[in-house]
């Protein structure tokens, strides 16, 4: 687990001034587009200097009152940095280029309704993101189609990527509980799957963290996170006890929609709608260089949204093969090995939209 102590490494001084001055003036913009709640994203930090000295902020064009700091510095004696605990396996840049939006058709009843219940929860993200008309995708291929009339602002990405993180946290926290307690409770093997769920969780968890350097909530955002996650959990709970397979299903929707999410952001960043965040130069948070080992000329907003696009690929192949799966007996494929005379040898989950039907990875 990563402790206060490295998250407020992860925004160190630098950044935090960078950051801050990158997220100051779209600030403004939020207001502009009308987003209905102006303290709904804040200045992540406030720079090294101003905390130690006089106590003047440095920035001339936000209000000083709307600054607040992430985490509060605070060293200890004995330890330099904490990193962390669950390594991140890593992606060439070819892999991360494969990756690409996709869909899986419902062909249940339960699909159907886990997809249904996705797209509203999209509908009402957009909403609340104050997501123009014109800043929609094709509406006939919502998952799928990345391109729009208008881009959306830096403001509302962040609006959108926080609040989406803060549930995609949820349900491998909620599955790898569950299925530890089952084991324990049955005194059964559970076949390696909540290593992975509880791992995807912890990912999700490093995104939201990362997210929170470039801007932090203010008291709106924070209160719709906090009742979301009090319905989610619960609702997770009760669907993931009872209804598993369609329960994975739901998440491989929901991951849909993050692929999606952050394959329109690369595309806007690579076309240069997003000012401060298409500078080669805009400084990443130290946390994600960390985490995902990012090497020196690769440290853009471009790169970091890459490799969090891959894990959501990942997260996206997973579930939908978990939800293909026998609940009760199948082994994880993700983490077995294979007979060398199996047709199928390692599964790639990210390259794989839909999942892989269970003939494939079980035989
Ligand atoms: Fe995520
Ligand atoms: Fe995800």
Redesign the pocket.
């Known amino acids: 687990m990563i402790s206060v102590g490295a998250s407020k490494k992860a925004c160190s001084p630098k950044q935090a001034a960078q950051l801050s001055r990158a997220v100051a003036p779209f600030l403004y913009q939020a207001h502009a587009v009308g987003l209905g709640y102006p303290a709904a994203i804040r200045v992540a930090a406030i720079t090294h200097q101003s905390r130690v000295s006089s106590g003047t902020r440095s920035f001339s064009t936000t209000n000083a009152n709307q600054l607040r700091e992430v985490y509060p510095a605070k060293d200890t004696a004995f330890i330099r940095k904490t990193l962390p605990a669950w390594e991140h396996p890593g992606y060439t840049e070819e892999e991360m280029l494969a990756v690409t939006p996709g869909h899986r058709p419902p062909e249940t009843v339960g699909d159907w309704v886990a997809w249904k219940l996705v797209r509203l929860a999209r509908w009402a993200t957009d909403l609340a993101t104050g997501i123009g008309r014109e800043q929609q995708v094709d509406m006939k291929n919502p998952t799928t189609a990345v391109t729009a009339g208008k881009p959306l602002t830096e403001a509302q990405w962040l609006v959108r990527v926080l609040f ?2 803060s549930i ?1 946290g949820v349900p491998g926290m909620v599955g790898g509980m569950l299925r530890h307690l089952h084991s324990l409770r049955r005194l059964k093997r559970d076949n390696g799957w909540i290593e992975t769920l509880l791992e995807e969780s912890y ?2 968890r490093m ?1 939201l963290l990362t997210a929170q350097c470039l801007g932090s909530p203010g008291w709106f955002m924070r209160t719709m996170i906090l009742g979301a996650q009090g319905v989610f959990f619960n609702a997770m709970f009760i669907s993931y006890l009872v209804l598993p397979k369609i329960s994975h299903r739901f998440v491989g929707y929901l991951e849909e929609e ?1 692929v999606h999410t952050y394959t329109r952001l690369i595309r806007e960043i690579e076309q240069g709608d997003l000012p401060k965040w298409s500078d080669p130069n805009f400084q990443i948070p130290e946390i994600a260089v960390d985490y995902w080992r990012i090497p020196e000329g690769k440290r853009t907003m471009r790169h970091l949204m890459l490799y ?1 696009r891959a ?2 690929a990942g997260h996206r192949g997973v579930n939908h093969t978990l939800a293909n799966l026998d609940q009760k007996e199948d082994p994880n494929p993700f983490v077995s090995e294979y007979r060398a005379n199996a047709e199928q040898q390692k599964p790639n989950a990210a390259l794989k939209p839909a999942g892989y039907e269970r003939e494939d990875v079980i035989g």
């Open positions: 989406l993180e995609a990912n999700e995104h993050a969090i894990d959501e």
